[in-house]
């Protein structure tokens, strides 16, 4: 089972991934692209080159899990692009983002 709280670290990858790999492809990745250890509890955010899915990659201790999530109409909005990877703070703004919403407009 997989605990999002405020603590959990989120790491989210700006550069678009390939979504044709698999958890050792993705856990690459976190190595080479975001030079992370993915089995340090973090989980890591990846969106593909048209936005419209997400790929999730975290270690819970006994395995990884890796989620997808496909949007059935439109595109992730806001993901940022100015940095190669952006950490996230809050469980909170990581469900906002996968409702497909902006989590950085401002209020």
């Known amino acids: 089972m997989i605990s999002l709280t405020a603590d959990t670290p989120i790491l989210l990858a700006t ?6 790999k698999g958890i050792d492809g993705i ?15 973090t989980v890591f955010v990846f969106i593909n080159r048209t936005k419209t899915q ?3 990659l975290t270690y ?8 997808t999530k496909r ?3 439109g595109r992730f909005k806001g993901w940022p692009t100015d940095q190669q990877k952006m950490s996230m703070t809050a ?11 902006n989590p950085w407009q401002k209020v």
């Open 91 to 101: 469980a909170k703004q990581l469900r906002i983002l996968l409702s497909g919403e």
């Open 71 to 73: 949007l059935s109409q």
């Open 27 to 41: 856990a690459a990745l976190c190595r080479q692209q975001l030079a992370q250890n993915p089995r340090n509890g």
């Open 54 to 56: 997400l790929r999730m």
């Open 15 to 20: 550069h678009p991934a390939d979504f044709r």
């Open 60 to 67: 819970d201790g006994t395995g990884f899990w890796l989620m």
